[in-house]
C-alpha cells in the first residue's frame, strides 16, 4: 500500500464494537465511499457503538470530513454513538478546527480509551 493510498479495514469485536480502522490519505482523489459504506453498514447494526481509529490517516479533506459527518449522522438516526479515536494527525486535527466540527464529534485519545 502505498503512503497516501486509503485502507479501511472493519472488524467487530467480541462485546460487538464495530471498529474501523482508517490508513492513508481520506481525501477525494482516494476516495471515501469505502469509509461511508463501512460507516453505513456499522450505523444499522444492533449495538449501534462505533469507534473509528483515525491515528493513522496522514491528510483529510472536505471529502473525507463529509463522510463522517454523514456517518455521524446515521449513527444518531439509529440511535447509535460513534467515537473517533486518535491520536490525530497534524492535518486531521487542523481540518476539524478550521471547520468548526471539533464540537459534531465524541473523541477518545486512543483506540483503547474510545471502547470505554
Same mark, same amino acid.
Given at each position: 500500500m502505498a503512503a497516501d493510498e486509503l485502507s479501511v479495514v472493519t472488524r /467487530? /469485536?467480541?462485546?460487538?464494537?464495530? !471498529?474501523? &480502522?482508517?490508513?492513508?490519505? !481520506?481525501?477525494?482523489? %482516494? $476516495?471515501? %465511499? #469505502? =469509509?461511508a459504506d463501512a460507516l453505513?453498514?456499522?450505523?444499522g447494526r444492533s449495538t449501534g457503538r462505533t469507534?473509528?481509529?483515525l491515528s493513522g490517516v496522514e491528510f483529510a479533506d472536505s471529502a473525507g470530513l463529509h463522510a463522517l459527518? %454523514?456517518?455521524r449522522q446515521r449513527h444518531e438516526e439509529t440511535?447509535?454513538? !460513534?467515537? =473517533?479515536? $486518535?491520536? =490525530?494527525?497534524? %492535518?486531521?486535527? &487542523?481540518?476539524? #478546527?478550521? /471547520? $468548526? /466540527?471539533?464540537g459534531a464529534f465524541r473523541f477518545a485519545d486512543h483506540v483503547d480509551t474510545a471502547f470505554g
Open positions: /467487530t /469485536t467480541d462485546d460487538g464494537v464495530v !471498529l474501523i &480502522r482508517v490508513r492513508g490519505s !481520506l481525501d477525494a482523489w %482516494s $476516495g471515501c %465511499s #469505502e =469509509l453505513a453498514d456499522a450505523a469507534v473509528v481509529d459527518l %454523514s456517518g440511535g447509535g454513538r !460513534l467515537v =473517533l479515536a $486518535g491520536p =490525530l494527525g497534524v %492535518s486531521m486535527r &487542523r481540518l476539524f #478546527e478550521v /471547520t $468548526g /466540527t471539533l
